[in-house]
């Protein structure tokens, strides 16, 4: 066994991505994944085909898009709950901006993101400005968000349930192009999303005062730093990251609805907690939640596809990943498992030795 | 009179206030609805948001919160049911019901206090667990034909218009508030959840209290469950799904704050009627049932940020009356010396 952190002879570039704060774990993130494909594809070789995932994934693009960006509210040490009611949200003014007030669809759109954005920094004002909990506001802005959509759509002469569809193929292109006949359009925006998350979070200056107002707030604002600001702006990424969930969505299926945004907010939570974020704030990186949203879908694709596991019964899957990942994380930050770890390890060399 | 001027103190008080003066607003707009009937049904609706409600209080009590009440309730809800549907002993489906509480209350307690995982996550886990374990019950078997004795149960009156079920459960929430206002054990709860740390160096097993907390609510849950099957008659795989949401709402609307150690069951009994009465109040107010979800947002985001503020200022008050009163003795001292 050797020693964890690396020779100093490696190269500087690789001695500093491996001692990296998150590495080791986006690393057992990707031996994840690659385990699942292989698991799935000796299964069933159906699996293994691009086209096929990425079909798979267009349908759980919502917690893909969003996750990334909850990240950066869970870093300040708040917890946003809200998001799937603000994707509804959006979908549903789109759809009765552009069908009952004759908006162009871009408009439209744009208009849409922009009250996703003000939902966003609406609940991020209460949890910074006037020190709520950020569970109960975004508990309240869940119900909220969800509850304004509905009346949005009452305003619609489409009834409700049937959603209002029949939008320019213009709009719907958006989602219907592939890139090199393979790669969905909307693939690509999650790269483009998450590189923009990854350069904001980890190369930024905004992305060193995040984390500091995570791991102390009191320390960030002694420091010069704005800490109520950067906590309220993350709540208005998340936002904005639903707004164009909400777009793209609506895009996708061809239809807005008031609930389109689904259940996801679960599985939101879980992709960020599996992606190394820790609750508490402080820790977390963009590339951990992407790959942790990767690897549930792979899960929620494959599970059907090659046990006959009917898609029901996904959650338990999940909650079981979710609880073995926290337990297991859990019982290897122990101070008494680590030291009894390091005495057989200095067992192990003595007996080789 | 010290006693009315505790009360009035009380922050489950100013909910109550709350739920009163809902009441007669509603009363105003639409007078036909101030009537024994309307009002007993608003209290008798909410008797399983009580439940639950008073469960989660437990786990917020504690500073810890507990998501996976929906799920738990939904569980057993679809376990007791199908067993009563196939005729067997109506005991011994409660007590399988409740079991699954118990199980699932020591699963999260073992997870959250001995274990160290954030609450929130951890719960977030079993509730996918159990979640899906239900939907494996229910689509096995489908709980839609309970015995016609069964769901009678649930409309037999004890006083007056109240139901057995609701006279139970407020007759629960006050021993359940004495246990944990007037008995040492029952005031560790408060302790752990205002200050853990300083709980366990004065002798309080702080794990020990978390596990029993955990146990408490899902035994609730579970109870609520039963009582669940029982009111609607028929029980689905999506029974119970977001109950945890209206379960916090409830608690935060009874003056029980997040944070933990500050609060009382009787608030979230209050709490979690005027969680059931919202869509019942909309209707005769004239309103369509879709203004419901927005008008729940509305007033939680109200109440909480008010509450936020008032403590905010109190707190504020608090500090320039301690150091009005530091200087004035510095003064003071320096005076005496001078002498």
Same mark, same amino acid.
């Given at each position: 066994m050797k020693d964890r952190s690396l020779k100093p002879n490696a190269s500087k570039t690789l001695r500093r991505l491996w001692n990296g704060s998150s590495f080791r774990w986006n690393l057992f993130l990707l031996a994840l994944i690659t385990?699942?494909?292989?698991?799935?594809? $000796?299964?069933?070789?159906?699996?293994?085909?691009?086209?096929?995932?990425?079909?798979?994934?267009?349908? =759980?693009?919502?917690?893909?898009?969003?996750?990334?960006?909850?990240?950066?509210?869970?870093?300040?040490?708040?917890? =946003?709950i809200q998001s799937c009611s603000i994707v509804g949200l959006t979908s549903i003014i789109i759809g009765v901006a552009w069908q009952d007030f004759g908006m162009n669809i871009w408009v439209a759109s744009l208009l849409a993101v922009a009250v996703s954005v003000a939902c966003g920094a609406l609940s991020g004002f209460f949890v910074a400005y006037c020190g709520v909990q950020a569970m109960v506001v975004t508990l309240g802005g869940s119900f909220l968000y969800s509850g304004l959509g509905l009346l949005v759509s009452t305003l619609s002469s489409t009834e409700a349930y049937k959603g209002i569809s029949g939008f320019p193929d213009s709009f719907k292109a958006l989602t219907k192009t592939k890139v090199f006949d393979l790669i969905p359009l909307q693939m690509i925006l999650f790269l483009l999303l998450l590189t923009a998350a990854y350069l904001l979070l980890h190369r930024s200056k905004y992305g060193r005062k995040v984390f500091l107002v995570g791991v102390n707030p009191a320390a960030a604002e002694y420091s010069g730093i704005n800490s109520r600001w950067i906590s309220m702006?993350?709540?208005?990424?998340?936002?904005?990251?639903?707004?164009?969930?909400?777009?793209?969505?609506?895009?996708?299926?061809?239809?807005?609805?008031? =609930?389109?945004?689904?259940?996801?907010?679960?599985?939101?939570?879980?992709?960020?907690?599996?992606?190394?974020?820790?609750?508490?704030?402080?820790?977390?990186?963009?590339?951990?939640?992407?790959?942790?949203?990767?690897?549930?879908?792979?899960?929620?694709?494959?599970?059907?596809?090659?046990?006959?596991?009917?898609?029901?019964?996904?959650?338990?899957?999940?909650?079981?990943?979710?609880?073995?990942? $926290?337990?297991?994380?859990? $019982?290897?930050?122990?101070?008494?498992?680590?030291?009894?770890?390091?005495?057989?390890?200095?067992?192990?060399?003595k007996a080789g030795s | 009179m010290n006693?009315?001027?505790?009360?009035?103190?009380?922050?489950?008080?100013?909910? +109550?206030?709350?739920?009163?003066?809902? +009441?007669?607003?509603?009363?105003?707009?639409?007078?036909? +609805?101030?009537?024994?009937?309307?009002?007993?049904?608003?209290?008798?609706?909410?008797?399983?948001?009580?439940?639950?409600?008073?469960?989660?209080? +437990?786990?917020?009590?504690?500073?810890?919160?507990d998501v996976s009440v929906g799920s738990t309730m939904g569980l057993s809800a679809a376990v007791a049911g199908t067993m009563i549907q196939n005729h067997s002993n109506w005991l011994l489906a409660f007590a399988v019901g409740i079991l699954i509480g118990v199980v699932v209350g020591l699963i999260n307690g073992w997870g959250v206090a001995v274990m160290k995982i954030p609450s929130l996550i951890f719960t977030l886990g079993t509730n996918g667990i159990l979640r899906g374990l239900m939907y494996l019950q229910v689509g096995v078997e489908q709980v839609n034909s309970l015995p016609k004795e069964f769901k009678d149960m649930s409309s037999r009156t004890l006083l007056g218009n109240f139901t057995v079920y609701y006279c139970c459960a407020v007759l629960l929430t006050v021993c359940i508030h004495l246990l944990l206002t007037r008995t040492r054990r029952g005031r560790y709860f408060i302790a752990v959840g205002d200050n853990a740390g300083g709980a366990e160096l004065v002798g309080i097993p702080a794990t020990r209290t978390k596990v029993t907390a955990y146990l408490i609510c899902g035994v609730l849950s579970a109870a609520a469950g039963i009582l669940f099957a029982s009111r609607i008659g028929i029980v689905t795989s999506l029974s119970g799904n977001g109950y945890e949401m209206k379960a916090v709402a409830a608690c935060v609307l009874g003056g029980i704050s997040l944070s933990g150690g500050v609060g009382s069951v009787i608030g979230a009994g209050i709490g979690a009627v005027i969680m059931a009465s919202i869509s019942y109040l909309l209707v005769f107010m004239g309103f369509s049932s879709n203004y419901d979800n927005a008008i729940t947002g509305v007033i939680l985001i109200t109440i909480v940020v008010a509450d936020a503020l008032m403590q905010y200022r109190a707190a504020v008050n608090n500090r320039h009356a301690r150091l009005a009163a530091r200087t004035s003795a510095a003064l003071g001292g320096k005076g005496a010396a001078g002498q």
């Open positions: 385990a699942e494909c292989v698991v799935f594809g $000796v299964a069933n070789s159906k699996f293994l085909s691009l086209p096929r995932i990425f079909a798979s994934a267009n349908g =759980d693009l919502t917690f893909w898009y969003v996750s990334v960006f909850v990240t950066f509210v869970m870093i300040t040490g708040g917890i =946003d702006s993350t709540y208005i990424l998340s936002g904005l990251a639903a707004g164009i969930t909400g777009v793209v969505m609506t895009s996708q299926l061809g239809t807005a609805k008031s =609930d389109l945004g689904g259940n996801f907010t679960m599985t939101i939570i879980t992709a960020c907690v599996l992606g190394g974020t820790l609750s508490t704030g402080g820790k977390g990186s963009a590339i951990g939640t992407a790959l942790a949203a990767i690897s549930i879908t792979l899960l929620r694709f494959g599970m059907p596809l090659c046990f006959g596991v009917n898609k029901q019964y996904l959650d338990i899957p999940i909650g079981v990943l979710l609880v073995v990942v $926290v337990v297991g994380r859990a $019982v290897f930050s122990n101070p008494s498992v680590i030291a009894w770890a390091g005495r057989l390890r200095k067992k192990t060399t | 006693a009315v001027k505790k009360l009035i103190k009380a922050r489950e008080f100013t909910s +109550f206030l709350f739920l009163a003066v809902l +009441f007669l607003a509603v009363g105003l707009i639409n007078p036909a +609805f101030l009537s024994l009937e309307n009002i007993s049904a608003c209290f008798n609706s909410s008797v399983v948001y009580t439940l639950i409600a008073v469960g989660m209080a +437990f786990a917020i009590f504690i500073g810890e919160i």
